[in-house]
């Protein structure tokens, strides 16, 4: 048997994710986080990843891009995603809280006000320096 890479491109949007739930489980591991995919979002979270402490645990969401929304406030949610060959795992209400400081815009766009989320499709290079803490 021959393997032979696949184009992400060409995949659909449920492989995609389960690409990038591959991609960044495999990222965890390095930091002893195993990680288990959640066939019903529990809690808002598409999968736990658990420390080998056996203590500490994430509850996160797999989203394609930076990310904030209302519906993860309050829920303990780390958000996971993927730009280029760099995985971020961020802890979304100290980012969301972090990103209206610092990008004061960002809370009076529409998208925020009106439907509770903001995303970005691709970092600046002050995002970049932003999210650096949060880069495995």
Same mark, same amino acid.
């Given at each position: 048997?021959?393997?032979?890479?696949?184009?992400?491109?060409?995949?659909?949007?449920?492989?995609?994710?389960?690409?990038?739930? /591959?991609?960044?489980?495999?990222?965890?591991?390095?930091?002893?986080? &195993?990680?288990?995919?959640?066939?019903?979002?529990?809690? $808002?979270?598409?999968?736990?990843?658990?420390?080998?402490?056996?203590?500490?645990?994430?509850?996160?969401?797999?989203? +394609?891009?930076? #990310?904030? +929304?209302?519906?993860?406030?309050?829920?303990?949610?780390?958000?996971?995603?993927?730009?280029?060959?760099?995985?971020?795992?961020?802890? /979304?209400?100290? %980012?969301?809280? #972090?990103?209206?400081?610092?990008?004061?815009? #960002?809370?009076?766009?529409? +998208?925020?006000?009106?439907? $509770? &989320?903001?995303?970005?499709?691709? %970092? &600046?290079?002050? %995002?970049?320096?932003?999210?650096?803490?949060?880069?495995?």
């Amino acid at each position: 048997m021959k393997f032979q890479k696949i184009t992400y491109q060409n995949l659909n949007a449920r492989q995609k994710e389960n690409y990038n739930f /591959h991609k960044i489980a495999a990222a965890l591991a390095d930091y002893g986080y &195993s990680c288990m995919w959640l066939n019903d979002d529990w809690q $808002g979270a598409d999968f736990i990843a658990h420390h080998v402490d056996g203590v500490d645990f994430l509850k996160v969401q797999l989203k +394609s891009r930076l #990310t904030i +929304s209302r519906k993860y406030e309050g829920k303990d949610i780390h958000i996971a995603f993927r730009n280029g060959d760099d995985i971020y795992v961020y802890p /979304h209400d100290e %980012l969301k809280d #972090t990103l209206f400081a610092l990008l004061p815009r #960002t809370e009076a766009r529409a +998208s925020w006000r009106v439907g $509770g &989320s903001f995303s970005w499709p691709k %970092l &600046s290079e002050k %995002l970049k320096v932003l999210l650096a803490g949060y880069k495995l």
